[in-house]
Nanobody, 122 residues
């Protein structure tokens, strides 16, 4: 089992920045691809970013390219999402996920965190 705990969410103004962290349990963290998803009120959970087990092969939702950066520190069992130039439409609950596949599909992940709220005001 892998347990994921997100942190770093909060309320920011448009144009601001946040860095989300996801701390994972287990020594097998480095063998998993890690992803970030988000869910706005009344909407489906959507893919945001994914990173391969070795820190390479990153892929992003088109609307966040150039603004968000996913990274991981396997020694600390932590994955990060640096979010810059935030927009109100980035508002939502952000979840980290772990899985054995490199995928953007929300149905193909094995473990999920509890989520952290990100609110961007205009």
């Amino acid at each position: 089992q892998v347990q994921l705990v997100e942190s770093g969410g909060g309320l920011v103004q448009a144009g601001g920045s946040l860095r989300l962290s996801c701390a994972a349990s287990g020594r097998t963290f480095s063998t998993y691809a890690m992803g970030w998803f988000r869910q706005a009120p009344g909407k489906e959970r959507e893919f945001v970013a994914v990173i391969g087990w070795n820190g390479g092969y990153t892929y992003y939702l088109n609307s966040v390219k150039g603004r968000f950066t996913i990274s991981r520190d396997n020694a600390e069992n932590t994955v990060y999402l640096q979010m810059n130039s935030l927009k109100p439409e980035d508002t939502g609950v952000y979840y980290c996920a772990a899985g054995t596949l490199f995928t953007t599909s929300k149905t193909d992940w094995d473990y999920w965190g509890q989520g952290t709220q990100v609110t961007v005001s205009s």
